[in-house]
């Protein structure tokens, strides 16, 4: 095995030409908040996720924080009201529903692709039920028809937390384009990495409109641009002027600056390289590690359904392989792990809703022990990979010999 120097990453930056030439316009604009590249970039990913309408914000979180209140407003739901949401996500998805003083209700994951699993739905459905917040986890959808069938029956909105995935389709359909609301982030490590960021996108337009006035301190819809200023009707410019000011609920400054939206608009036009790499890589993955099968789980792609690798996820089958002994493995070889969402036992979570969250979602528990991630992203080489599946013989070629050594001692005994 080659040693690397080189760290493995869960992520990856490339500011490519395209990107340095899109970030220097902006400079030499001197436009800085909203503008051109805000909005070709919002429109495109909308449009690349089969929705109208996009809103560029500062992070995946805010994203999803007034797509919440949009919902909340616009169906008038009351606080205390519930959203289902899976017991396996990264702590954003049920902060923002208490951030709205609303309830989550988490269900339990499918074991074998790790998102909400739809059967687990229809139990936890309540008169106070709103919303299921669908998250596709590691770039992967969930499993839509049977969650839409039920939404529709139960009368429920449906928001989708897709920051972990984009340009992936579930039956032809992109993931984005399902729910009333779909939020992505742009955060580091993620598909398109813009540092901070993060999109609503939504094909309503009214709830289009709620979420740039949440985004903008609850302005009224009618002045959202320096922009809409330069106009040559006196009458229009006579009511901009008079709705400038005119801040209608109570929104957030959750606004982000042109240069996010420059390398964003440069990495989806860019994507159709980079999409197809995660696979390629994905692939290279899936076939070096599949002599370790009988240890680990490996990624398992939903019938129907695209991945896009944001992530390679892994989950360890057998109890006596500790994680902390195969990630520090990994780690001290300079290859990046990440646990897989640690949500049901963490403290804050415990304090809101008991000690035994954890163990009333028996798969997201398991996955959460014994699960861990670890880069796909198009930036590793095929030397990378081989690296990579080579640390893993390591380990187990070690853990076997451990085995047999202390099977010799039992039989000694
Ligand atoms: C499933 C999920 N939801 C929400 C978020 C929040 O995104 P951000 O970090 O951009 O706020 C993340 C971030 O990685 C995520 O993985």
Not at 41 to 46: G, P, S, V
Not at 155 to 160: G, Q, S
Not at 174 to 185: A, E, L
Request: overall charge positive.
């Amino acid at each position: 095995m080659i040693p690397s120097n080189k760290q493995i990453g869960v992520g990856s930056v490339k500011i490519s030409k395209r990107a340095k030439k899109y970030l220097h316009e902006v400079i030499r604009s001197n436009r800085l908040s909203y503008g051109p590249f805000s909005e070709r970039f919002e429109q495109a990913l909308a449009q690349a996720h089969d929705s109208s309408y996009g809103v560029f914000v500062n992070s995946g979180t805010s994203a999803l924080q007034i797509a919440v209140a949009a919902l909340k407003e616009r169906y008038q739901w009351n606080d205390g009201d519930e959203i289902i949401v899976p017991a396996l996500t990264f702590v954003a998805s049920s902060n923002v529903i208490l951030k709205n003083n609303l309830t989550p209700v988490f269900v339990d994951v499918d074991a074998r692709h790790y998102n909400i699993d739809p059967h687990t739905i229809e139990g936890a459905i309540t008169p106070k039920t709103k919303a299921i917040m669908v998250v596709h986890l590691f770039g992967q959808p969930a499993d839509m028809d049977p969650l839409m069938a039920l939404a529709k029956r139960h009368n429920l909105r449906v928001i989708e937390d897709s920051c972990e995935t984009m340009f992936a389709r579930y039956k032809g359909k992109s993931v984005g384009s399902f729910g009333d609301i779909s939020c992505f982030s742009t955060y580091a490590c993620h598909i398109i990495c813009t540092g901070v960021g993060g999109l609503a996108v939504t094909s309503n337009r009214e709830l289009a409109v709620l979420l740039r006035s949440l985004a903008n301190h609850g302005r009224d819809a009618i002045y959202f641009s320096m922009d809409h200023d330069a106009t040559d009707d006196p009458q229009k410019l006579k009511m901009i002027m008079e709705k400038r000011f005119s801040f209608i609920r109570l929104g957030y400054s959750y606004r982000a600056t042109e240069m996010e939206a420059a390398l964003g608009l440069a990495q989806l036009e860019e994507i159709d390289k980079n999409i197809p790499k995660r696979r390629k890589n994905a692939q290279v993955l899936l076939q070096g590690l599949q002599k370790w099968e009988q240890y680990l789980q490996l990624p398992a792609l939903l019938p129907g359904a695209e991945h896009s690798f944001m992530m390679f996820p892994l989950v360890i089958k057998t109890p006596s392989i500790k994680k902390q002994e195969l990630t520090f493995f990994l780690e001290q070889r300079n290859i990046e792990t990440r646990d897989m969402l640690p949500l049901t036992n963490q403290p804050y979570k415990k304090k809101l809703f008991g000690e035994e969250l954890e163990e009333r979602f028996p798969i997201a528990k398991y996955i959460n022990q014994h699960g861990f991630y670890i880069g796909c992203h198009p930036e590793l080489t095929r030397r990378d990979l081989q690296y990579v599946l080579g640390v893993f013989d390591a380990f187990f070629a070690q853990y076997n010999q451990q085995k047999r050594e202390y099977s010799a001692r039992e039989i000694v005994i």
